[in-house]
């Protein structure tokens, strides 16, 4: 445990050195953001976390586990909670990468609530995690989709971007179909965005999933034909 509050002391010190006060303003409001910013960019965040990653190994999931957790529940500003996330990406873990992290990111999307977090723990965790193990996660997002929480819906939506020819379209037609109705922007725009990139893969399944639902607000079908040539 010493050595994930050690690595999550020295991702806050880091931060601290390279915060830029006069750029935090525009980041914050720019992500509409309650939590503040130190004014780090993104680039610098990320060479800030491999480094210290490297320099303070996790010895076991738990472990890791922990020290995401103190990143994220104790963070004060925003970087942080993006450093968080790279942890949890970071290659030397991948073998950790299993459906027994799903409690964690679950609470990374529902405490995160806004789409730079929760867009990322979609695609770039559970999303591979469901194609290693469809029979486990499948059931969740299933349920996600009909979840009272937004966020989790959009995961559900998500979650198979990048899949290409491995895309369960049971899955896909299940999490669009639940959340037709849903008057909400990021749903709408996430139902676009998943159906556009399943097109760049399969145009013609997509071309009928849109046209056989009418339901579709506008904006998720401009999205999801947006590259496509033929109009319904």
């Given amino acids: 445990m010493e050595t994930a509050?050690?690595?999550?002391?020295?991702?806050?010190?880091?931060?601290?050195?390279?915060?830029?006060?006069?750029?935090?303003?525009?980041?914050?409001?720019?992500?509409?953001?309650?939590?503040?910013?130190?004014g780090v960019p993104r680039p610098a965040s990320r060479g800030l976390g491999k480094r210290i990653f490297a320099e303070y190994p996790l010895v076991d999931r738990e472990i890791f586990t922990k020290a995401v957790q103190f990143l994220w529940r104790e963070a004060e500003f925003r970087e942080e909670r993006y450093v968080a996330i790279d942890l949890t990406g970071y290659?030397?873990?991948s073998g950790w990468q299993d459906s027994s992290l799903l409690p964690l990111y679950d609470e990374l999307v529902v405490t995160g609530a806004w789409w730079d977090y929760v867009d990322e723990i979609a695609i770039r965790r559970i999303g591979p995690i469901l194609r290693a193990?469809?029979?486990?996660?499948?059931?969740?997002?299933?349920?996600?989709?009909?979840?009272?929480?937004?966020?989790?819906?959009?995961?559900?939506?998500?979650?198979?971007?990048?899949?290409?020819?491995?895309?369960?379209t049971g899955l896909l037609t299940h999490t669009v179909e639940a959340n037709l109705g849903d008057q909400d922007f990021f749903l709408r725009k996430g139902i676009g965005w998943a159906l556009r990139e399943?097109?760049?893969?399969?145009?013609?399944?997509?071309?009928?999933?849109?046209?056989?639902?009418?339901?579709?607000?506008?904006?998720s079908k401009r999205e999801a034909l947006k590259h496509l040539d033929a109009t319904l």
């Fill in 91 to 93: 290659r030397a873990y």
């Fill in 133 to 168: 193990e469809p029979e486990v996660v499948t059931p969740v997002m299933r349920r996600w989709a009909r979840d009272e929480d937004r966020w989790r819906r959009r995961t559900s939506v998500l979650c198979q971007i990048g899949a290409k020819a491995a895309t369960d």
């Fill in 198 to 219: 399943y097109a760049k893969t399969n145009p013609e399944w997509v071309r009928h999933f849109v046209g056989t639902h009418p339901g579709l607000s506008g904006l």
């Fill in 5 to 38: 509050i050690a690595l999550v002391t020295a991702v806050r010190s880091g931060l601290a050195e390279l915060a830029d006060p006069a750029k935090a303003p525009a980041m914050k409001a720019y992500m509409k953001s309650e939590m503040p910013y130190r």
